[in-house]
């Protein structure tokens, strides 16, 4: 369904929620830490090498192979450096704050259109509904 004239209102609407959540002081909050984050190179950089690290360990493993003592260490260590940088920490949190949000707002349309009404708190309980993957 393409949006047209006659569904300005809908734009509209979904203007007025965007709006509403960028006004939200939490999400200011996480916007002020993914700012901080995306000025730090230092901290990307750190972020960065540990994804890299993760997804070569994790493909390693599924390859069958085992994970030496010292590469699991090495991991953890540079998690811990991570974790612990505080401009590092805020944008993991707020990536993931952001995500719950996203996942909210989805949920709440995915319902919207399945049962063609609004939902309530019965109907969003226990899963996102059919076929969304989250196998709730």
Do not use: W
Not at 116 to 125: A, I, T
């Amino acid at each position: 369904m393409a949006l047209t004239a006659e569904d300005s209102i809908i734009v509209k609407k979904t203007r007025d929620l965007c709006q509403t959540i960028l006004d939200h002081p939490d999400f200011q909050t996480l916007r002020k830490n993914i700012d901080q984050f995306m000025a730090d190179q230092k901290a990307q950089q750190e972020y960065q090498s540990l994804v890299e690290k993760s997804e070569q360990l994790n493909h390693k493993q599924h390859q069958g192979a085992r994970l030496s003592p010292q590469e699991i260490s090495d991991y953890e260590s540079h998690r811990d450096r991570v974790v612990n940088n505080p401009v590092a920490a805020g944008f993991i949190q707020a990536q993931q704050e952001v995500h719950q949000m996203q996942e909210s707002i989805n949920k709440y349309l995915s319902k919207t259109f399945e049962l063609g009404r609004v939902p309530n708190d019965q109907d969003l309980e226990g899963g996102c509904g059919e076929g969304c993957g989250c196998h709730h």
